[in-house]
């Protein structure tokens, strides 16, 4: 299995790496590498290694990736890397000294992105920052979840009360995750779904003085909040701006996630964020259609004033995620390679007609075959031919208006027509979006290497976490060569296993 996996990255043109640092159970620094490469026209994440770091600068990250591709017995791995993919961290980053820098001394064509993902939650904590209201919600949800996190007798209590009320009670959760924003969203969206249970229970803590001086605050403070119509009007907008966040950070979390898939979506989510300034969001729709008067759900709020408008407020948030996630974005979409890309992947959005269509592409299809030219010439690419071809595949395009761009790999026919101009094609699916893979696999290294499994080998957690996220699924497994290789290896011992004795032919005699 390992062999075929290895196998399979070693036969690819173009592929970029993933990397990603954590610290084990046994307080050992990891450096996880991840392989991007396109299989019949989709993207795809393959683990190649975890490393331990000796060094933790760029020159020990990089140290450890060529290690990862010397077990896999690819020496030359740098001719076939076409993208580089990270967290922001200056030691991946940085312009002078960073691994990528590093790597682009050697291989200039390549691109370096910093993770979507993790461009979006630095976008949102920079917005959350500037704006009190979202503080204020924040704070309530962490108390919320201390409140029930460690006290198995609060949580007993709230189910209590849930029961009493014939109310269905989920547990409040953390918001801080490795995705946080669906994390937050997750979290808002169990404190409004739970709001009757919830505020009982504090209501309850306040009035019988149950618990210490702190319990009781945090329960004064967080049921003042709760019945604060201004405060739980902006929960429920912020539950509609985190859902539309939420939505983009799982896309591009995906590992079949394109480039051009990634600049659609943040078009989508500038236009969805800028249609909730003016226009009432799913949840909030449903908060103002429960209130009636001063109740919402059995409770009294205070400061209800009907006629107050919120717009103002709304826009002043909704600007400031704007502006952060386009300061953190900019660079990305403007950069001229990237924009190339996006726009050759971008198929659907090819014009429709044959005057336009003729020139469509032309400038952007130079650029990056210049960018490109030296990795797409070892791979026996024939660069002049490149053109011809992109006009063909416009054409075919133009007559076949939904065919995707996978088709165009799956197909011998179309792959024959268009060999050239697809490995240019397959250079830009293979250009890394997120590290998010990187992140499932540091989850994967804690359940394998628990405390309870400290000791554990670098090469047999290497492995270990090779059949975890490579392996196929247990209904799938066939043992009888696993069994048969073991049985064969000649080991001294096999715990609970004794050749002399048949129980088998004893349980006979018994009988």
Aim: glycine share 4%.
């Amino acid at each position: 299995m390992y062999e075929r996996s290895i196998q399979k990255i070693a036969e690819k043109k173009f592929y970029s790496i993933l990397i990603d640092g954590a610290t084990d159970s046994s307080v050992t620094e990891n450096e996880l590498v991840f392989v991007r490469l396109v299989n019949c026209g989709v993207p795809e994440n393959h683990y190649l290694s975890i490393e331990d770091i000796q060094n933790a600068n760029a020159q020990g990250i990089l140290n450890c990736i060529e290690k990862s591709f010397e077990r896999a017995e690819k020496a030359d791995w740098k001719s076939n890397l076409v993208g580089f993919g990270s967290d922001g961290a200056s030691v991946n980053l940085g312009s002078k000294g960073g691994v990528a820098a590093l790597l682009k001394n050697e291989v200039p064509h390549l691109i370096s992105v910093h993770c979507i993902a993790h461009r979006l939650e630095l976008a949102a904590n920079n917005a959350i920052k500037s704006q009190k209201i979202m503080r204020d919600i924040q704070d309530v949800l962490t108390n919320i979840y201390k409140q029930y996190h460690y006290s198995p007798k609060a949580l007993r209590e709230l189910r209590n009360i849930a029961d009493a009320l014939e109310e269905k009670v989920l547990k409040p959760t953390n918001l801080h995750g490795t995705r946080w924003l669906p994390h937050v969203q997750k979290a808002l969206t169990v404190l409004l779904k739970n709001y009757t249970v919830i505020v009982t229970h504090f209501d309850h803590i306040t009035g019988g003085r149950i618990g210490n001086a702190e319990v009781q605050g945090r329960a004064t403070n967080i049921s003042k909040k709760l019945k604060d119509y201004p405060f739980l009007y902006m929960s429920f907008f912020m539950l509609d701006v985190f859902k539309t966040l939420s939505l983009l950070s799982l896309k591009v979390q995906k590992d079949t996630t394109t480039l051009s898939q990634f600049l659609e979506s943040i078009t989508v989510l500038h236009f969805s964020l800028i249609e909730l300034k003016q226009t009432d969001g799913e949840e909030l729709s449903k908060f103002t259609a429960e209130i009636n008067g001063d109740m919402f759900r059995n409770n009294t709020l205070k400061n209800v004033n009907p006629a107050e408008n919120y717009r103002a407020k709304r826009e002043e948030i909704i600007n400031a995620l704007i502006e952060a996630i386009d300061k953190r974005f900019a660079p990305m979409e403007k950069d001229p390679v990237l924009k190339a890309a996006a726009t050759l992947l971008e198929i659907d959005e090819y014009p429709r007609t044959r005057e336009e269509l003729a020139l469509f592409g032309v400038e952007q299809l130079n650029l990056l075959m210049q960018h490109f030219a030296a990795i797409l010439q070892n791979a026996g690419c024939d660069i002049p031919s490149v053109g011809d071809e992109f006009k063909a595949f416009k054409a075919h395009v133009h007559a076949h208006k939904t065919t995707p761009i996978e088709n165009y790999f799956q197909s011998e026919d179309l792959t024959r027509r268009f060999e050239n101009y697809l490995m240019l094609v397959e250079i830009l699916l293979a250009l890394p979006i997120s590290s998010a893979a990187c992140e499932r696999g540091f989850s994967c290294m804690k359940r394998v290497k628990s405390d309870w499994r400290s000791s554990l080998t670098p090469s047999m957690l290497r492995m270990l976490m090779f059949i975890a996220i490579e392996g196929c699924p247990l209904e799938e497994f066939n043992s009888i060569p696993v069994l048969d290789r073991w049985w064969r290896t000649g080991r001294a011992k096999r715990p609970g296993f004794n050749p002399f004795d048949f129980r088998g032919d004893q349980e006979s005699d018994s009988d």
